[in-house]
């Protein structure tokens, strides 16, 4: 029995995108409207990170299966690895900056917590995806094929 793990995996990654930018959008409104001031960059990247995962997961999901020119399997591996590295920036960076506040009390308090928990979450999916990746590439280096898959069969051997 088979079951392919990179479509659930993609999916869970953009719903936590989708939640991630409802949250931090959230906050960034609080920092703009009722303290005054601009949002943290801490914050603006895990925007960004959501933003990014939002363009990347389409072409990550449906370009293999419907356009295999334009999806080459390295990439698929770079747009993996800068993924897993935007969101290992992002969610580091607002843990940091939450950990640093004198005071954090409050919803928004709690939803730039979650948006950080979330970002680990979805960091946690980018280098499972990107290992994945990267071990397709190792395993068809010395082949001609181009083929963007990436083989995450998981096969009984009886």
Same mark, same amino acid.
């Given at each position: 029995?088979?079951?392919?793990?990179?479509?659930? %995996?993609?999916?869970?990654?953009?719903?936590?995108?989708?939640?991630?930018?409802?949250?931090?959008?959230?906050?960034?409104?609080?920092?703009?409207?009722?303290?005054?001031?601009?949002?943290? #960059?801490?914050?603006?990247?895990?925007?960004? #990170?959501?933003?990014?995962?939002?363009?990347?997961?389409?072409?990550?999901?449906?370009?293999?299966?419907?356009?295999?020119?334009?999806?080459?399997?390295?990439?698929?591996?770079?747009?993996?690895?800068?993924?897993?590295?935007?969101?290992?920036?992002?969610?580091?960076?607002?843990?940091?900056?939450?950990?640093?506040?004198?005071?954090?009390?409050?919803?928004?308090?709690?939803?730039?917590?979650?948006?950080?928990?979330?970002?680990?979450?979805?960091?946690?999916?980018?280098?499972?995806?990107?290992?994945?990746?990267?071990?397709?590439?190792?395993?068809?280096?010395? #082949?001609?094929?181009?083929?963007?898959?990436?083989? %995450?069969? %998981?096969?009984?051997?009886?």
């Amino acid at each position: 029995m088979t079951f392919n793990y990179l479509f659930p %995996m993609r999916a869970a990654h953009f719903v936590f995108s989708v939640i991630i930018i409802g949250l931090t959008g959230y906050v960034a409104h609080w920092y703009i409207v009722r303290a005054g001031i601009a949002s943290p #960059s801490q914050l603006n990247i895990l925007v960004f #990170s959501a933003l990014w995962t939002l363009l990347t997961v389409p072409y990550l999901t449906i370009g293999p299966v419907y356009f295999p020119r334009i999806t080459h399997k390295y990439a698929i591996l770079a747009v993996d690895a800068l993924t897993m590295i935007f969101w290992f920036a992002g969610f580091l960076a607002l843990a940091v900056f939450i950990s640093a506040l004198s005071l954090c009390t409050g919803s928004v308090c709690y939803s730039a917590r979650a948006a950080t928990a979330f970002a680990s979450l979805n960091w946690a999916i980018s280098v499972a995806t990107t290992s994945l990746a990267a071990m397709h590439v190792w395993r068809t280096r010395h #082949s001609a094929s181009a083929r963007s898959v990436p083989n %995450m069969q %998981m096969e009984r051997k009886v």
